[in-house]
């Protein structure tokens, strides 16, 4: 088999940076999704933002996977039911996270999903992971505690805390969706459609309990909030999602996943060029720490040539806010 590193075009002759550049453009999209959050959050707004989210984005996913919706199993259907729980629980964490911190913040600390999740998956198999990797982990938790002190040693701030409560929530759902026997052959389309059909179950049970409902959230939108609610249903979420199918049906997962792994990048030059933020000389120095970390982490915990096939969990819409 072909390695990754020997390939210069896809099947079909066609190019690889044809297709990896749209890829590129879904991790900057979800780098952006955390300034977009913030723009439109508040601690009295964030069920009703989500809950107006989903139902935006579930009709036309719902579209988009057509038949594939009939043909789920009533088992298949308990199972997406339980990872959309999953996932409502981990968007809570990260909006609400997102509100209490600075954009850029919120994009590094979620992306220590990525050693998280492998840790995770050594204790479930009883696997030991290896010295790089744990090297890399510790390079990240270092980054982490110098990007939450700014410019100065103080706590950090609750927003900071969500996120990494929301970086673990992640893992728990990557880790259900890839160890559920019910979904491991579900056609993708259908999974998702289950997952934003019970997120909007779960936002609309707790939208009476909020401070602001979401029609008072919509009517108060701005012409310019609007454009941002879409763009996290319509962009961060089903344009995604369809971009990660193509690529990974044109590439290989191994490939997608690390060109998506650029999202903390992205959240970090967004936060800071478009949102004005201002980590301070500490807290630059722990950006790069993570990014460095996180890459290492990724790349020590890479699959074998012959693992390409197999398939990704960053094939499910749940890499942003």
């Given amino acids: 088999?072909?390695?990754?590193?020997?390939?210069?075009?896809s099947p079909g002759n066609r190019p690889l940076w044809l297709i990896d550049v749209p890829v590129v453009l879904v991790a900057v999209v979800w780098g952006s999704s955390y300034l977009a959050a913030k723009e439109l959050a508040t601690g009295t707004t964030v069920i009703a933002l989500l809950l107006l989210r989903f139902v935006v984005a579930t009709p036309v996913m719902a579209v988009v996977a057509g038949r594939g919706i009939t043909r789920l199993s009533g088992r298949e259907v308990a199972a997406g039911a339980v990872l959309g729980i999953l996932l409502s629980g981990v968007l809570v964490?990260?909006?609400?996270g997102v509100v209490h911190t600075s954009a850029t913040n919120a994009g590094l600390l979620i992306?220590?999903?990525?050693?998280?999740?492998?840790?995770?998956?050594?204790?479930?198999?009883?696997?030991?992971?290896?010295?790089?990797?744990?090297?890399?982990?510790?390079?990240?938790?270092?980054?982490?505690?110098?990007?939450?002190?700014?410019?100065?040693?103080?706590?950090?701030?609750?927003?900071?805390?969500?996120?990494?409560?929301?970086?673990?929530?992640?893992?728990?759902?990557?880790?259900?969706?890839?160890?559920?026997?019910?979904v491991r052959s579900t056609d993708s389309g259908a999974l998702t459609v289950v997952q934003f059909a019970t997120a909007v179950l779960v936002f609309a049970l707790a939208s009476p309990f909020a401070a602001?409902?979401?029609?008072?959230?919509?009517?108060?939108?701005?012409?310019?909030?609007?454009?941002?609610?879409?763009?996290?249903?319509?962009?961060?979420?089903?344009?995604?999602?369809?971009?990660?199918?193509?690529?990974?049906?044109?590439?290989?997962?191994?490939?997608?996943?690390?060109?998506?792994?650029?999202?903390?990048?992205?959240?970090?030059?967004i936060g800071v060029a478009v949102g004005g933020d201002r980590p301070g000389p500490l807290g630059a120095i722990g950006a790069a720490l993570v990014?460095?970390?996180?890459?290492?982490?990724?790349?020590?915990?890479?699959?074998?040539?012959?693992?390409?096939?197999?398939?990704?969990?960053?094939?499910?819409?749940?890499?942003?806010?």
Avoid at 1 to 9: D, E, H, I, N, Q
Avoid at 93 to 96: G, I, M, N, Q, S
Avoid at 116 to 121: D, G, I, S
């Fill in 93 to 96: 964490l990260e909006t609400f």
């Fill in 1 to 9: 088999m072909t390695t990754l590193t020997s390939r210069t075009a």
């Fill in 111 to 182: 992306s220590l999903t990525m050693i998280f999740t492998p840790l995770a998956e050594g204790v479930a198999t009883r696997t030991r992971p290896t010295g790089a990797f744990i090297g890399a982990a510790a390079l990240s938790v270092t980054g982490v505690a110098l990007l939450t002190q700014g410019s100065g040693f103080t706590a950090p701030s609750s927003g900071d805390l969500l996120m990494l409560l929301a970086a673990v929530a992640r893992t728990v759902h990557v880790m259900a969706m890839s160890r559920m026997k019910a």
């Fill in 212 to 269: 602001v409902s979401p029609v008072d959230a919509a009517a108060a939108y701005s012409p310019q909030q609007w454009a941002a609610l879409l763009h996290l249903a319509l962009m961060c979420t089903l344009f995604a999602f369809f971009v990660q199918m193509w690529a990974v049906r044109r590439t290989s997962p191994s490939r997608v996943s690390l060109l998506l792994g650029t999202e903390p990048l992205w959240a970090a030059v």
């Fill in 291 to 321: 990014l460095i970390g996180t890459t290492w982490g990724r790349q020590a915990m890479a699959p074998p040539a012959a693992a390409e096939d197999r398939p990704a969990a960053a094939s499910q819409p749940t890499g942003a806010v």
